[in-house]
């Protein structure tokens, strides 16, 4: 199967997908953390008697028939690693492409801990991929249980590679900064550090700011504004611990179901768009030691913001965090 192909039925999927797509989108926005019942604080005991929901792979709930396809294609084609394997650990992985990664170095034999904002989607990522070492939970739009998050990750023991995945993209300005900024910086900071970690970036870092005041205050942040910040947060951290290999990654815009709130056509490859991940995180084709670089489909992307190899405005950012969070990276 080629990524770029989609059987009849997502192109039937895509078409009613383009009146209702959005709405639909729209519909399962999730509330804020700070005033919804459905987010349970963290002392709050996870119900983990959750059954997952609908059919394997969630087509049409968390995840495109493309995506669901491609697990498919994972499942029956990919062959055991022919190295040594590493214990990964993926945020943001019961959809999309954190999901295809996951169920990918999960396939070739690697130990693999996925990332779920709940309970619910904890039990639909089990179901969806059994041979998981495990599953975390915490939902990175609430900053307590971002650190309860952290806890839950060195409890495990130390990771070889940490794909920092997660991200939203239709929320409040701060709860974009919480989820798609503050938090990659907390768990950077407080779980032991692996030999590598990966960052997913976007095109969309090259109309980012860095917004300094914004995350002293805790105020708003835009979606552009928060994939740069998930970019300077590799640069710099590549910068701060050499002896670990940090990039960012840029998947491109795939066809998973972030992808539909701006519509249901997405020009960019989906294999493509989580292999990257992959390749970094074996670690044993040509290049794939690269550090400290913005990658776009196994390859240094040039088209940039000017920011992100800037060593003081990194140091800004950094400390911005550590002003706002009382947690300093070292």
Known sequence: MHTNEFTRRSLILSGAMLGVGLLSSCSRTEPSPLNSPSVPKPSEPADLHARPQGDLYGIDMYNTQAVADELVYIDG??????????RVLITGSTAGAGQLAAAYLSKRGHAVVAHARNAQRAADVRRD???????????????????????????LGKFDVIIHNAAEYR?????????NSLSPYLLTALVTPPQQLSYLSSN?????????DEIRSGGGISYPDSKL???????????LRPDSQVN????GWIPTWMALQDGPYSRDDLRA???TQVWLAEGVEPGSDVTGQYLFHQEIETRINDLLHDENAQDQLLAAYAEQTGVILN
């Open 248 to 251: 960012a990654v840029n998947p």
């Open 171 to 179: 929320l409040s300005g701060p709860e974009l900064l919480n989820s």
């Open 229 to 239: 910040h998930m970019a300077m947060i590799a640069t710099a951290v590549a910068r």
């Open 273 to 275: 768009g989580y292999m």
């Open 204 to 212: 969309q870092q090259l109309s980012g700011g860095l917004k300094l």
């Open 129 to 155: 991929l059994p041979a998981l070492e495990g599953v975390v939970i915490g939902d990175l739009r609430n900053l307590d249980q971002t650190r309860a998050l952290a806890e839950q990750i060195n409890a």
């Open 77 to 86: 084609n990919v062959r055991p690693f022919d190295g040594e394997a590493k």
